[in-house]
């Protein structure tokens, strides 16, 4: 059994998508970078990355690199999920917590979970994703951004 923990920020701005979890969240704003920005799987890859010791995202997935610019982080995802797979890993299961002062985000974590777990091909019961508040606090209070951790658990093929 392995271990790993992953953490994420990004910028709220106007003008772009609100993308979570796979997720297009109707908002006023959206999260800003180079690919969808999507801080809930950017946090889950890392802890799948963590808890292979296969690196992070930034190592693998360079904002450098023109090929993923605007991506769908669940592609980036199934990349992850194939070099585990690879390395002879299998997913037992993932918690994740966002942190958003806005927009409520219960309704959307549904969708968000199965997303998840078609990519990871692991069954939704294996996959628990959490939203809280900051309570006014910070950055993620402040509605400058919004961010992510994530706990995963791997085990040996
Ligand atoms: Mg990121």
Redesign the pocket.
């Known amino acids: 059994m392995r271990i790993g923990h992953g953490f ?3 910028r709220l701005k106007e003008g772009r998508a609100l993308i979570l979890g796979g997720e297009k969240i109707p908002f006023e704003k959206g999260l800003d ?1 180079h ?1 969808d ?3 809930l799987v ?2 889950l890859i890392d802890s799948l990355l963590g808890a292979a010791a296969l690196g992070d ?1 930034g190592r693998l997935y360079p904002d450098s690199d023109e090929r993923y610019r605007g991506i769908d982080s669940l592609l980036l995802l199934r990349d992850t999920a194939e070099r585990l797979e690879k390395a002879g890993y299998r997913v037992v299961n993932t918690d994740m917590t966002i942190l958003a002062q806005r927009p409520k985000l219960a309704p959307f974590l549904p969708a968000m979970r199965e997303n998840i777990a078609s990519v990871l091909k692991i069954p939704t019961e294996d996959i628990n994703i959490k939203a809280t508040t900051e309570e006014g606090l910070g950055f993620t209070g402040r509605g400058e951004g919004i961010a992510a951790h994530a706990v995963s658990l791997l085990e040996k093929a």
């Open positions: 994420d920020v990004h970078g690919s920005a999507d801080v950017h946090a995202i």
